[in-house]
């Protein structure tokens, strides 16, 4: 039988000694307790046990049954007593037709179980009803009947998330809080507060009323208010000495091993974030907070009379510290008690807008919305909460303009933003006992979307598409593509693809100005994955092929990417080589065949690197055969670490029509794009802007190439020319706002297009903004760069060879067309080449001896 202790325990208790009637090892023999009762006995506590942080001991319990049963009690004053005790379950009585003859439930509610009497050395009593569910519940109780004037034995205890422990799965561990009151035996304690503290106590008499009832233990102490009744959540600063180290546990509950409570619980604990308060109104949006080596954030609750037991051994009174100063080795942070409404409004029309919002207090402790996380989940597919964490340290939410938050009184700390073309906010604001709001203003300074151009998400997982619409709103991303996919055995979003809807939509009910649409990301672990964004119709599948990580073990390739963006083009969708270029294969065929509209440059978390050079050389190689392949942004979020739209696309609309999902898309396939970490930009050549195509005689000439950048969240360092990869022309620019023309000669035919470069103060320099091109053709030299066409043939002749080695076979129908797909990829590409006089050595891609016979 288990001792259970959930925790130190409190001095302000002693447990009583407690002769009864049975021994815990005889209640499996007990006919007349229920044969469920009988069979848990092994799991109901005994020896020394604390349970909500006040001590007891189990020894000889008492069952009643039938007849009364006194007890002696050692000769004790106190204010309060603890009854440790539990119920056998009552059989519910049916009727002939099945029906319960009870109408109290199956917790029998308010049912007389027992009369407690305590008797005083004067000789005067007090009784005690004991119902059920409100004194005393059942040593199992069903879902939903719990009590309420009594506690389960072991007190509510925090869990850590699924991938920060092992004892709980994966649900279980993201709702990071359990009540801890639904064991195979639960002992429910009762707090009596006597009226009369002054007169000892010396025995207790118990007379049953119904049903089997067992006391197992009593403990007799003070408290200044109602021993189990914990007061609301509260934070401290914990410091640690010069050389300790954090420590949390790892058992799946405690969560510090430096800290522990007896009459409360230890929610959370983190290492404090340590903004620059002093400066924040002038440090810039999303910056990350220094982390603290010494001071952890303690997050509580507790009841009045609790003690911090620390691991040095010493204890600190939880009333103290209010009292305590800053520097000591446990203080108080002011507790978030203000209930204040945040509204961000829009300068002019006061309509409230959706925004990415942060808050902290003082101690730098996060301060959330009250239906936000207050601890975001960072970790890929374990939450799909309207929240962003900056690597894990600079919380955000989400809201659609307005929402209630509870503020510690003393100044918070404000950041909103909404996407690149609002200046972010920062801001310090004092909070008083009479602050209920907060209103800030957003003010549009770039006009970018006025000029036609529509932002775009093009690679978004696991939201669903109300939140996605939230999060592409908070993020000033008009479009996010919410791709539904399959992982292994996994499946996600699928339900939610129905092949017409767009979210957001005047035709859905929304306003138009934000949407979000459902494709697929189908994908092949060697072969690549392909986005195929909003096609018409049934979905195309399967969504994964050919294996893990992918697909299923044991799943044959039945499908080539060029072949899903085909099927894509010809239900009305456009198709993204997602995370460019990465799985490095046969999406490669894809772009050969013109299956594929646009390359992705992504994102995942990082703010500070930018658009990869190894992605835009990869680029580069099919814009130097002659391809015009759009450049797009698109995050790939998989988890609360990356922000929708962090790289995002921004693409021109035709001048003649409205913004819709349809126009976005027809400006996609015309590479009228640019993929931007922040930075806006204009571009064009001969006044043609990305995604043209300009003629020029034999003779080439000069042509005039005009630019116009500005930034309100990177500031901008640099602007270069990229012609046919080189880069021909740069140039400083204002971190602002800047533009310019450069006059360029052309002799050959080329592609141009435009490279931003930025950086915060405090970060390096990374390529921040990149435009798709400009193609000029000029008489007699078409744009063919051999030494890239040649490493493009070389991806597909890998691709052949793994479909005729390792590559699972789904039959040779399918191994015969997928090949046939490949070498005419292939021998494209090879013919152009030989077109041009340059011959190379290659795999003879239709001599593998497969295909002699």
Same mark, same amino acid.
């Given at each position: 039988?288990?001792?259970?202790?959930?925790?130190?325990?409190?001095?302000?208790?002693?447990?009583?000694?407690?002769?009864?009637?049975?021994?815990?090892?005889?209640?499996?023999?007990?006919?007349?307790?229920?044969?469920?009762?009988?069979?848990?006995?092994?799991?109901?506590?005994?020896?020394?046990?604390?349970?909500?942080?006040?001590?007891?001991?189990?020894?000889?319990?008492?069952?009643?049954?039938?007849?009364?049963?006194?007890?002696?009690?050692?000769?004790?004053?106190?204010?309060?007593?603890?009854?440790?005790?539990?119920?056998?379950?009552?059989?519910?009585?049916?009727?002939?037709?099945?029906?319960?003859?009870?109408?109290?439930?199956?917790?029998?509610?308010?049912?007389?179980?027992?009369?407690?009497?305590?008797?005083?050395?004067?000789?005067?009593?007090?009784?005690?009803?004991?119902?059920?569910?409100?004194?005393?519940?059942?040593?199992?109780?069903?879902?939903?009947?719990?009590?309420?004037?009594?506690?389960?034995?072991?007190?509510?205890?925090?869990?850590?998330?699924?991938?920060?422990?092992?004892?709980?799965?994966?649900?279980?561990?993201?709702?990071?809080?359990?009540?801890?009151?639904?064991?195979?035996?639960?002992?429910?304690?009762?707090?009596?507060?006597?009226?009369?503290?002054?007169?000892?106590?010396?025995?207790?008499?118990?007379?049953?009323?119904?049903?089997?009832?067992?006391?197992?233990?009593?403990?007799?102490?003070?408290?200044?208010?109602?021993?189990?009744?914990?007061?609301?959540?509260?934070?401290?600063?914990?410091?640690?000495?010069?050389?300790?180290?954090?420590?949390?546990?790892?058992?799946?509950?405690?969560?510090?091993?430096?800290?522990?409570?007896?009459?409360?619980?230890?929610?959370?604990?983190?290492?404090?974030?340590?903004?620059?308060?002093?400066?924040?109104?002038?440090?810039?949006?999303?910056?990350?907070?220094?982390?603290?080596?010494?001071?952890?954030?303690?997050?509580?609750?507790?009841?009045?009379?609790?003690?911090?037991?620390?691991?040095?051994?010493?204890?600190?009174?939880?009333?103290?510290?209010?009292?305590?100063?800053?520097?000591?080795?446990?203080?108080?942070?002011?507790?978030?008690?203000?209930?204040?409404?945040?509204?961000?409004?829009?300068?002019?029309?006061?309509?409230?807008?959706?925004?990415?919002?942060?808050?902290?207090?003082?101690?730098?402790?996060?301060?959330?919305?009250?239906?936000?996380?207050?601890?975001?989940?960072?970790?890929?597919?374990?939450?799909?909460?309207?929240?962003?964490?900056?690597?894990?340290?600079?919380?955000?939410?989400?809201?659609?303009?307005?929402?209630?938050?509870?503020?510690?009184?003393?100044?918070?700390?404000?950041?909103?933003?909404?996407?690149?073309?609002?200046?972010?906010?920062?801001?310090?604001?004092?909070?008083?006992?009479?602050?209920?709001?907060?209103?800030?203003?957003?003010?549009?300074?770039?006009?970018?979307?006025?000029?036609?151009?529509?932002?775009?998400?093009?690679?978004?997982?696991?939201?669903?598409?109300?939140?996605?619409?939230?999060?592409?709103?908070?993020?000033?991303?008009?479009?996010?593509?919410?791709?539904?996919?399959?992982?292994?055995?996994?499946?996600?979003?699928?339900?939610?693809?129905?092949?017409?809807?767009?979210?957001?939509?005047?035709?859905?009910?929304?306003?138009?100005?934000?949407?979000?649409?459902?494709?697929?990301?189908?994908?092949?672990?060697?072969?690549?994955?392909?986005?195929?964004?909003?096609?018409?119709?049934?979905?195309?599948?399967?969504?994964?092929?050919?294996?893990?990580?992918?697909?299923?073990?044991?799943?044959?390739?039945?499908?080539?990417?060029?072949?899903?963006?085909?099927?894509?083009?010809?239900?009305?969708?456009?198709?993204?080589?997602?995370?460019?270029?990465?799985?490095?294969?046969?999406?490669?065929?894809?772009?050969?065949?013109?299956?594929?509209?646009?390359?992705?440059?992504?994102?995942?978390?990082?703010?500070?690197?930018?658009?990869?050079?190894?992605?835009?050389?990869?680029?580069?190689?099919?814009?130097? @055969?002659?391809?015009?392949?759009?450049? +797009?942004? *698109? $995050?790939?979020?998989?988890? !609360?670490?990356? #922000? %929708?739209?962090?790289?995002?696309?921004?693409?021109?609309?035709?001048?003649?029509?409205?913004?819709?999902?349809?126009?976005?898309?027809?400006?996609?396939?015309?590479?009228?794009?640019?993929?931007?970490?922040?930075?806006?930009?204009?571009?064009?050549?001969?006044?043609?802007?990305?995604?043209?195509?300009?003629?020029?005689?034999?003779?080439?000439?000069?042509?005039?190439?005009?630019?116009?950048?500005?930034?309100?969240?990177?500031?901008?360092?640099?602007?270069?020319?990229?012609?046919?990869?080189?880069?021909?022309?740069?140039?400083?620019?204002?971190?602002?706002?800047?533009?310019?023309?450069?006059?360029?000669?052309?002799?050959?035919?080329?592609?141009?297009?435009?490279?931003?470069?930025?950086?915060?103060?405090?970060?390096?320099?990374?390529?921040?903004?990149? @435009?798709?091109?400009?193609?000029?053709? +000029?008489? *007699? $030299?078409?744009?063919?760069? !051999?030494?890239? #066409? %040649?490493?493009?043939?070389?991806?597909?002749?890998?691709?052949?060879?793994?479909?005729?080695?390792?590559?699972?076979?789904?039959?040779?129908?399918?191994?015969?067309?997928?090949?046939?797909?490949?070498?005419?990829?292939?021998?494209?590409?090879?013919?152009?080449?030989?077109?041009?006089?340059?011959?190379?050595?290659?795999?003879?891609?239709?001599?593998?001896?497969?295909?002699?016979?």
């Amino acid at each position: 039988m288990p001792t259970v202790v959930d925790g130190p325990s409190t001095s302000n208790f002693q447990p009583l000694r407690l002769n009864g009637n049975i021994r815990l090892a005889d209640i499996p023999k007990l006919r007349s307790l229920s044969k469920h009762m009988r069979g848990a006995a092994d799991h109901a506590p005994s020896g020394a046990c604390v349970g909500w942080g006040i001590p007891f001991r189990v020894g000889r319990p008492v069952l009643l049954r039938k007849d009364p049963v006194s007890v002696k009690l050692p000769k004790v004053r106190a204010h309060w007593l603890v009854f440790v005790h539990t119920s056998d379950a009552r059989e519910m009585k049916t009727d002939d037709s099945g029906f319960p003859q009870e109408k109290t439930g199956l917790g029998r509610l308010g049912e007389h179980a027992a009369d407690y009497v305590v008797i005083y050395a004067d000789g005067t009593e007090e009784v005690l009803p004991i119902r059920r569910r409100h004194e005393i519940g059942a040593f199992q109780r069903g879902w939903g009947e719990n009590c309420f004037g009594a506690v389960a034995n072991t007190k509510p205890r925090p869990i850590r998330a699924h991938h920060e422990q092992t004892m709980f799965s994966w649900g279980r561990g993201e709702t990071r809080a359990e009540a801890a009151d639904a064991s195979t035996w639960v002992n429910w304690l009762f707090a009596w507060e006597n009226p009369h503290p002054r007169k000892a106590m010396v025995g207790l008499r118990l007379e049953p009323k119904s049903g089997a009832v067992i006391l197992s233990a009593v403990s007799a102490g003070k408290a200044s208010s109602h021993p189990l009744r914990w007061q609301r959540r509260e934070k401290a600063l914990l410091r640690l000495s010069r050389g300790e180290a954090f420590e949390p546990d790892l058992d799946g509950m405690g969560l510090l091993a430096q800290i522990k409570l007896d009459m409360g619980q230890v929610i959370s604990a983190a290492k404090r974030p340590v903004y620059p308060n002093a400066a924040w109104e002038g440090s810039y949006n999303n910056k990350l907070p220094e982390v603290s080596g010494r001071d952890i954030l303690v997050e509580y609750t507790a009841h009045p009379d609790a003690c911090f037991h620390l691991a040095s051994g010493k204890k600190v009174a939880a009333a103290s510290l209010a009292r305590r100063g800053a520097r000591r080795k446990l203080a108080r942070v002011v507790p978030a008690t203000q209930r204040v409404a945040i509204r961000v409004v829009e300068k002019g029309t006061k309509k409230p807008v959706a925004v990415k919002l942060h808050l902290h207090g003082e101690a730098g402790e996060y301060l959330a919305p009250i239906d936000r996380h207050r601890i975001p989940n960072p970790t890929w597919f374990e939450d799909y909460s309207v929240d962003w964490t900056h690597q894990g340290i600079h919380h955000c939410t989400y809201i659609p303009g307005e929402t209630s938050i509870d503020l510690p009184l003393g100044k918070v700390y404000l950041e909103v933003s909404k996407g690149f073309e609002i200046t972010p906010v920062r801001k310090v604001f004092p909070v008083t006992p009479k602050t209920d709001e907060i209103v800030l203003e957003l003010d549009k300074v770039l006009p970018w979307r006025e000029r036609g151009w529509v932002s775009a998400d093009t690679h978004v997982h696991f939201l669903s598409p109300a939140s996605a619409l939230l999060e592409g709103a908070g993020e000033g991303v008009n479009i996010v593509n919410l791709l539904a996919s399959q992982w292994g055995e996994l499946m996600t979003n699928v339900g939610d693809f129905d092949g017409r809807t767009t979210w957001g939509s005047r035709e859905a009910g929304g306003d138009g100005e934000y949407l979000v649409r459902v494709g697929t990301e189908n994908r092949q672990h060697v072969l690549g994955h392909i986005s195929l964004l909003g096609y018409e119709g049934g979905l195309i599948g399967p969504m994964t092929t050919g294996g893990p990580d992918e697909s299923a073990i044991g799943d044959p390739i039945e499908c080539l990417m060029t072949e899903w963006a085909q099927r894509c083009k010809r239900q009305n969708g456009v198709v993204v080589v997602p995370h460019f270029p990465n799985p490095r294969a046969e999406t490669a065929a894809a772009l050969v065949t013109g299956a594929a509209d646009a390359a992705e440059m992504t994102a995942w978390d990082d703010l500070y690197t930018g658009i990869s050079p190894y992605s835009l050389v990869d680029w580069y190689r099919y814009l130097s @055969s002659g391809y015009m392949v759009a450049a +797009v942004g *698109g $995050t790939d979020k998989m988890s !609360a670490r990356t #922000a %929708v739209g962090t790289i995002r696309t921004y693409a021109l609309l035709d001048a003649d029509r409205e913004f819709t999902y349809e126009g976005w898309k027809e400006a996609i396939r015309k590479a009228r794009t640019f993929a931007t970490y922040g930075p806006l930009l204009e571009f064009s050549v001969e006044g043609a802007g990305p995604g043209s195509r300009i003629d020029m005689d034999r003779t080439g000439g000069t042509v005039d190439v005009a630019w116009h950048v500005a930034s309100v969240t990177v500031p901008m360092s640099r602007v270069e020319l990229i012609v046919n990869g080189e880069v021909r022309e740069s140039q400083k620019v204002r971190p602002q706002e800047d533009e310019g023309h450069w006059s360029v000669r052309l002799d050959r035919s080329s592609w141009l297009a435009l490279l931003v470069r930025g950086h915060q103060t405090d970060k390096p320099e990374m390529i921040a903004a990149h @435009s798709s091109p400009v193609m000029v053709e +000029v008489e *007699g $030299t078409p744009i063919l760069a !051999a030494a890239d #066409a %040649v490493t493009i043939l070389e991806q597909i002749e890998g691709a052949l060879a793994y479909l005729d080695t390792v590559g699972t076979r789904a039959d040779d129908a399918a191994h015969k067309r997928m090949r046939l797909l490949l070498t005419s990829a292939h021998r494209d590409l090879h013919n152009r080449l030989h077109q041009q006089g340059n011959y190379h050595r290659h795999t003879p891609v239709e001599d593998h001896p497969e295909h002699h016979s």
